[in-house]
C-alpha cells in the first residue's frame, strides 16, 4: 500500500482560503485514484472529492462543489485540495486516500488534518 501524509491544516476565518497537500510515497503515485475525506468526532467519515490518476476528472461532493478545487502534480506524488469561502460547518480533520482503479473502496489513508473554521 502506498503511504500518505497531509499537511496544510489550521485555523481559518470563514469566508477565508486553505490549501491542503498529501504526499504519497511507496507506491507508484499515478496508478491510483486519490480522494479526499472528512470527519468531524461523533460523525461517519465524509467524502469530499476525488481525482483521477491523470488528473483529468475530478469529483466533488455537494457540500464543497464550487468552493473547492482538487488537483494533483504526478511529478511531485502530490494531491492538493484548495478550499475556498470556508463556512464553519467544514471545520473536521481531513484524510486524503487512494485506491486502484480497480478496487471499490479506498484503503490507503492518511493520518489527518485538522482544518478549523472559525465565524
Known amino acids: 500500500q502506498v503511504q500518505l501524509a497531509e499537511s496544510g491544516g489550521g485555523l481559518v476565518q470563514a469566508g477565508g482560503s486553505l490549501g491542503l497537500s498529501c504526499v504519497a510515497s511507496?507506491?507508484?503515485?499515478?496508478?491510483?485514484?486519490m480522494g479526499w475525506f472528512r470527519q468531524v468526532p461523533g460523525k461517519e467519515r465524509e467524502y469530499v472529492g476525488s481525482?483521477?490518476?491523470?488528473?483529468?476528472?475530478?469529483v466533488y461532493a455537494d457540500s464543497v462543489k464550487g468552493r473547492s478545487t482538487i488537483s494533483r502534480d504526478n511529478a511531485k506524488n502530490t494531491m492538493y485540495l484548495q478550499m475556498n469561502m470556508l463556512k464553519p460547518e467544514d471545520t473536521a480533520v481531513y484524510y486524503c486516500?487512494?485506491?486502484?482503479?480497480?478496487?471499490?473502496?479506498?484503503?490507503?489513508w492518511g493520518q489527518g488534518t485538522q482544518v478549523t473554521v472559525s465565524s
Open positions: 481525482i483521477s490518476q491523470s488528473g483529468a476528472r475530478t
Open positions: 486516500a487512494a485506491r486502484t482503479p480497480d478496487q471499490a473502496q479506498f484503503d490507503s
Open positions: 511507496g507506491g507508484t503515485f499515478s496508478r491510483y485514484v
